[in-house]
């Protein structure tokens, strides 16, 4: 449903959507044969402004589609509640290191020959009511496959349902077969070879995050398709549920972290869920100081990500430096933005993700007292935040006002900045310019969480929760800190947590940051070691293609 590719495409909301960018970067650096297909989004997701007191305004983003895509000639037609409409796709080429090219297909129903509603349907992301949703769906899965059988994709060994948002494409899958043999009646044969043919991630770790339809819309929209009814393909407890449709109909399904499979396994407890942990382009959020000392140090790691283990041995001048200089970008950035102006020595904590209410944005300001007394003269520090709510998450947008909040209310003692429009460039900036990198998500709601493995490309530690990726990542005091603790008999509430971020910060990281250089520099070193070398997109690129387009 989203791709990230470039901050000039405003196609992309999130981490979903960016782990896809990411992997299909590492697919063309493999010379994985490989097109992805999403939405166009010709209004974008969308702009962000922020009031005095934190109030989010929203603005349409329109992008000059000719400048970055080209049109692409043949076009596919999907029906949509009885009416035909015409799909056409615009390609992007993402260039691999050695020049492989895997073509992105952006959808696009905005054509003069459907009808005013139909011509609005690719225009946004995550938008509209649940039938914008549920015809999006259509578009992507179904007019999907249209759109790659016209262009002469007719050889695809591979279906990858990233999310249950692409699982029309089942449906379309089993139309060919009866279409090819002239056949009304599904075999078990049929079902079979489509299973052979389908993989599917999941990324959400909640029921309710499952997109599921009312049946009768479903049929509505879909025109009565006569596969959709079977309790056996489409629906469950009587909705048209795309992650059932999904998890019937791959071959080969996980999550995107160990613990997020497990969660998902209790979820849906009649499929074999494996896992592969998400991982992030290393070069795209490598800064550019910490590139030019691994192209130094660490010759080939553009080509073999799993090279950056040799950084344990890396001249820690060198770290420093290239840590101040991608600082001090993020410092100049601040002040550019805001008028603010932080201190290069003080030690920086950043966090940047979409204000939502379970990633508890406010974690850090529960008890203002303890926290001014921990940031006190000899051992200060600042915080900057990012990150954007959804226009209809009333609860996300709460958080950002409270940041906003807990910035007046602690006057400068700890200065707070909380950065606009929050996207992959500054996602760069954010998480290689900080110095401890922070990530408070309510478990178990994290799937994986990405931005976090972009800090250990940087030389930066997380002070996260065990949750998500970093319950694979965290070596305490190795690759930064664990807050809360796994163990059966610890609660991970919002009042045990934050004593446990405190703890943290005033017993371990600030003696270390203002009395340890050397003992905190090697951290930085090992977060790149231990957790850089691994949690990058190469790796799982590698074990999507042995895990599961090629087993
Ligand atoms: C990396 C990134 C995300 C995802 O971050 P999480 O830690 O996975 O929530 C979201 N938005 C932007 C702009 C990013 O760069």
């Known amino acids: 449903m989203e791709i990230g590719l470039d901050n000039t495409l405003p196609t992309y909301a999130g981490g979903l959507g960016i782990v896809a960018g990411d992997t299909i970067y590492s697919a063309a650096d493999q010379g994985i044969s490989m097109a992805a297909v999403t939405l166009l989004y010709r209004k ?5 402004t922020l009031e005095a007191d934190g109030t989010q305004r929203e603005e349409p983003v329109t992008w ?18 009885g009416r035909k409409v015409t799909v056409r796709a615009w390609e992007y080429q993402v260039k691999g290191h050695g020049g492989f090219v895997v073509p992105v297909y952006f959808l696009d129903t905005d054509l003069p020959e459907n009808s005013d509603v139909d011509r609005g349907l690719t225009d946004v992301l995550y938008g509209g009511d649940e039938r914008y949703r549920i015809s999006q769906e259509v578009i992507l899965g179904i007019g999907g496959v249209r759109v790659l059988r016209a262009m002469g994709y007719d050889s695809i060994e591979r279906f990858h349902m990233n999310e249950g948002h692409a699982a029309f494409l089942v449906l ?22 489509v299973r052979k043919s389908c993989v599917f991630t999941t990324h959400t770790p909640v029921a309710a995050g499952h997109d599921q339809f009312p049946l009768a819309l479903a049929h509505d929209v879909l025109s009565r398709c006569p596969l959709l009814g079977r309790e056996d393909l489409c629906s469950h407890e009587g909705k048209c549920n795309m992650t059932y449709l999904a998890l019937r109909f791959s071959r080969y399904v996980n999550g995107v972290a160990k613990k997020h499979a497990e969660v998902t396994r209790n979820l849906f407890t009649e499929y074999p869920i494996d896992s ?8 795209r959020w490598t800064s550019e100081p910490f590139q030019a000392v691994y192209d130094r140090y660490i010759p080939g790691w553009r080509q073999d990500h799993s090279l950056l283990r040799y950084a344990i041995r890396l001249p820690r001048r060198e770290l420093i ?17 805001t008028g603010s102006v932080l201190k290069p020595d003080v030690l920086t904590l950043g966090f940047g993700r979409r204000a939502t209410a379970y990633k508890r944005m406010n974690l850090l ?11 006190k003269a000899e051992t200060p520090i600042q915080v900057v935040f990012s990150g954007k709510a959804h226009p209809m998450d009333g609860e996300g ?20 900045v909380y950065l606009p429009e929050y996207n992959m460039e500054l996602g760069k900036l954010l998480t290689s310019g900080v110095d401890i990198w922070l990530n408070t998500p309510q478990p178990p709601l994290e799937a994986s969480g990405t931005s976090g493995m972009k800090a250990a490309l940087n030389g930066v530690p997380s002070l996260s929760i065990l949750d998500g990726w970093w319950v694979e990542g965290c070596i305490e005091g190795v690759t930064g800190w664990a807050i809360g603790s796994s163990s059966r008999n610890y609660e991970p509430t919002v009042s045990n947590d934050s004593r446990s971020l405190y703890v943290k910060l005033e017993k371990k990281i600030l003696p270390l940051f203002y009395e340890n250089k050397e003992h905190f520099t090697d951290i930085m070193a090992q977060c790149i070691a231990l957790n850089g070398s691994f949690f990058h997109s190469q790796r799982m690129i590698e074990q999507y293609v042995v895990k599961a387009y090629y087993k």
Do not use: S, W
């Open 365 to 375: 300001f529960q008890d203002m007292e303890r926290l001014r007394a921990i940031a």
């Open 397 to 416: 947008k709460a958080l950002i006002r409270q940041i906003h909040q807990a910035k007046a209310e602690l006057n400068g003692a700890i200065p707070i």
């Open 321 to 337: 430096d290239a840590h101040e200089k991608a600082k001090l970008a993020l410092l100049g950035y601040v002040e550019k933005c």
């Open 172 to 193: 379309e899958l089993l139309q060919e077969r009866l279409q090819a043999t002239n056949r009304t009646q599904l075999q078990d044969e049929d079902l079979e070879a």
């Open 64 to 81: 000059p589609i000719e400048n970055y895509l080209k049109e692409c000639g043949p076009r596919a037609q999907v029906e949509i509640a």
């Open 276 to 283: 592969i942990t998400n991982g992030v382009h290393a070069v």
């Open 44 to 48: 974008g997701h969308f702009r962000q």
